[in-house]
């Protein structure tokens, strides 16, 4: 399990997404759908702490990948 | 009712160590089970399995080998690289599966799919599937009230849970409320199992010609639904007809399905359905749960496009691997005690909706329908059960889409 004070930075990769909505559904504070398309929004690209396992579960549920969880930068104090 | 002319000899690979078939019987068990010697605790992600045209394919049935296979671009959807896992009415002694026919994007692959799958996803985003909500309650709430007039006795399926997502993808097609009962005929024979081959045949050619019709109609005077705005898109007419019937079949038997075979597992087990009733919060996990115990969809298959290796097991370019939904979702390495009915677990990551680029376009729409539902059923009707004994409940254990043929239900009228 990862330390939930760890802090979490986060990527989309819009042309992997295939808009099925699973990271709007599962984590609606930090990924939406755009209305042309349906892809995904990175609403905040390092949420508050109260939503990163939100955050984390949305990635892991992606059908294409397209949410990338960036490990922390170690120099970054 | 135990008619089964392919009934799998699923011990083969055990004993003799040659390719099983496929499993398909669900009647052995329990009515929501996977078919015997599908999920037998196993320690191999994917087998050895024969296929209907005598092709050695594979067998995923672990969740991690399902996810695997399903996410890799390295495998093919395309029909026409396909071997079929099981016969299928009317496809005997075919060793070849035809091309996906125009607008038909399940049985392509990017980019193809891709310009099909981009044109509609916006149409149904999480966003917009909810503010659908209070139609679908609506119409939930018409039919229940045509159920209450009819009844005690009826027939769950043809008074709710056929005629709620039907009256849901005509709002969004933009099938006109005045033409639905004829639209709604002709598509509850294509998936009527008592009616012959001929009458679907006819019924299927019915509701193309229908939507043919409709479109014909949208683009002549455009209004606000889905098929007018694809009027407006690159499509030709074939494919736009195409994707219309490809929304309508696949919005309409999936839900419908899960409605009345979703009813019948929560009738069956009334700790549950108590738990649901005494806290209508819990309806969305309740979805959820049933979506990953009953896996109506099942199976996928894919071909390999080059050789892949799959959980340590290398499937060679060419080989067509079966992704048996069912036993995923009831993988005990995912869902601890996958056996049992728990609606205060958490399904998610179930597969029932599939996974990768195919993954249900139209997930979001079916998790508003059963999340209004299913509550409102049960609010409607505190003492709703079974008329029949469970046993005598028809099943459709023949069909792609698993659920009940009909499920008379009854109540105690006020």
Same mark, same amino acid.
């Given at each position: 399990?990862?330390?939930?004070?760890?802090?979490?930075?986060?990527?989309?990769?819009? =042309?992997?997404?295939?808009?099925?909505?699973?990271?709007?559904?599962?984590? !609606?504070?930090?990924?939406?759908?755009?209305?042309?398309?349906?892809?995904?929004?990175?609403?905040?690209?390092?949420?508050?702490?109260?939503?990163?396992?939100?955050?984390?579960?949305?990635?892991? /549920?992606?059908?294409?990948?397209?949410?990338?969880?960036?490990?922390?930068?170690?120099?970054?104090? | 009712?135990?008619?089964? !002319?392919?009934?799998?000899?699923?011990?083969?690979?055990?004993?003799?160590?040659?390719?099983?078939?496929?499993?398909?019987?669900?009647?052995?068990?329990?009515?929501?089970?996977?078919?015997?010697? #599908?999920?037998?605790?196993?320690?191999?992600?994917?087998?050895?399995?024969?296929?209907?045209?005598?092709?050695?394919?594979?067998?995923?049935?672990?969740?991690?080998?399902?996810?695997?296979?399903?996410?890799?671009?390295?495998?093919?959807?395309?029909?026409?690289?396909?071997?079929? +896992?099981? +016969?299928?009415?009317?496809?005997?002694?075919?060793?070849?599966?035809?091309?996906?026919? !125009?607008?038909?994007?399940?049985?392509?692959?990017?980019?193809?799919?891709?310009?099909?799958?981009?044109?509609?996803?916006?149409?149904?985003?999480?966003?917009?599937?909810?503010?659908?909500?209070?139609?679908?309650?609506?119409?939930?709430?018409?039919?229940?009230?045509?159920?209450?007039?009819?009844?005690?006795?009826?027939?769950?399926?043809?008074?709710?849970?056929?005629?709620?997502?039907? /009256?849901?993808?005509?709002?969004?097609?933009?099938?006109?409320?005045?033409?639905?009962?004829?639209?709604?005929?002709?598509?509850?024979?294509?998936? &009527?199992?008592?009616?012959?081959?001929?009458?679907?045949?006819?019924?299927?050619?019915?509701?193309?010609?229908?939507?043919?019709?409709?479109?014909?109609?949208?683009?002549?005077?455009?209004? &606000?639904?889905? *098929?007018?705005? /694809?009027?407006?898109?690159?499509?030709?007419?074939?494919?736009?007809?195409?994707?219309?019937?490809? #929304?309508?079949?696949?919005?309409?038997?999936?839900?419908?399905?899960?409605?009345? *075979?979703?009813?019948?597992?929560?009738?069956?087990?009334?700790?549950?359905?108590?738990?649901?009733?005494? &806290? +209508?919060?819990?309806?969305?996990?309740?979805?959820?749960?049933?979506?990953?115990?009953?896996?109506?969809?099942?199976? @996928?298959?894919?071909?390999?496009?080059?050789?892949?290796?799959?959980?340590?097991?290398?499937?060679?370019?060419?080989?067509?691997?079966?992704?048996?939904?069912?036993?995923?979702?009831?993988? +005990?390495?995912?869902?601890?005690?996958?056996?049992? *009915?728990? @609606?205060?677990?958490?399904?998610?990551?179930?597969?029932?909706?599939?996974?990768?680029?195919?993954?249900? #376009?139209?997930?979001?729409?079916?998790?508003?329908?059963?999340?209004?539902?299913? !509550?409102?059923?049960?609010?409607?009707?505190?003492?709703?059960?079974?008329?029949?004994?469970?046993?005598?409940?028809? #099943?459709? =254990?023949?069909?792609?889409?698993?659920?009940?043929?009909?499920?008379?239900?009854?109540?105690?009228?006020?």
């Amino acid at each position: 399990m990862s330390d939930p004070n760890e802090r979490l930075r986060l990527g989309v990769d819009r =042309d992997r997404c295939v808009g099925a909505g699973m990271c709007a559904l599962t984590a !609606p504070e930090v990924f939406d759908q755009d209305d042309d398309e349906g892809l995904v929004v990175l609403l905040h690209p390092e949420p508050a702490p109260g939503h990163r396992a939100a955050a984390r579960m949305a990635a892991g /549920l992606c059908p294409a990948r397209a949410i990338i969880l960036h490990s922390p930068d170690p120099t970054d104090p | 009712m135990s008619y089964n !002319p392919t009934a799998p000899d699923t011990t083969a690979d055990r004993t003799t160590g040659e390719p099983a078939t496929l499993p398909t019987d669900r009647r052995t068990g329990c009515p929501f089970d996977p078919p015997a010697g #599908l999920t037998a605790p196993d320690d191999r992600p994917l087998r050895r399995m024969r296929y209907a045209d005598g092709h050695i394919g594979w067998l995923a049935t672990s969740h991690a080998a399902a996810r695997a296979v399903l996410s890799d671009p390295r495998f093919s959807a395309r029909y026409e690289l396909l071997h079929l +896992p099981v +016969p299928m009415p009317g496809m005997e002694g075919m060793t070849q599966v035809p091309p996906a026919s !125009p607008g038909d994007f399940l049985g392509l692959d990017a980019p193809e799919h891709t310009r099909f799958r981009r044109l509609l996803t916006g149409k149904f985003t999480v966003r917009r599937m909810r503010q659908l909500a209070e139609r679908v309650e609506g119409f939930t709430h018409e039919c229940l009230d045509a159920m209450e007039q009819a009844g005690p006795v009826v027939d769950l399926v043809e008074a709710f849970a056929r005629p709620v997502p039907a /009256l849901m993808i005509c709002e969004l097609l933009g099938v006109p409320y005045a033409d639905r009962d004829r639209f709604q005929g002709h598509v509850a024979t294509v998936f &009527d199992q008592t009616s012959d081959a001929e009458a679907r045949g006819a019924a299927f050619a019915a509701v193309g010609q229908f939507i043919g019709e409709l479109v014909a109609a949208k683009r002549a005077e455009p209004t &606000d639904d889905l *098929l007018s705005d /694809l009027t407006t898109s690159d499509l030709t007419e074939e494919e736009l007809i195409g994707v219309g019937g490809v #929304l309508l079949a696949a919005g309409l038997d999936t839900t419908a399905n899960m409605l009345g *075979l979703g009813t019948f597992a929560l009738l069956s087990n009334p700790g549950q359905l108590d738990a649901l009733r005494a &806290d +209508p919060g819990l309806a969305e996990q309740t979805v959820e749960e049933l979506l990953r115990y009953l896996s109506v969809a099942d199976p @996928i298959a894919r071909a390999a496009l080059e050789d892949v290796e799959i959980e340590g097991q290398l499937v060679r370019a060419g080989e067509t691997v079966t992704v048996s939904v069912q036993a995923a979702n009831r993988d +005990p390495l995912k869902f601890p005690e996958p056996d049992r *009915l728990d @609606i205060h677990r958490r399904a998610t990551g179930h597969l029932s909706f599939g996974h990768g680029p195919h993954q249900c #376009l139209g997930q979001q729409l079916a998790r508003v329908e059963m999340t209004v539902a299913f !509550p409102a059923l049960f609010a409607r009707f505190p003492t709703l059960r079974l008329a029949v004994p469970p046993q005598e409940v028809p #099943l459709r =254990d023949r069909a792609n889409i698993y659920g009940v043929i009909s499920l008379p239900v009854t109540w105690d009228k006020e």
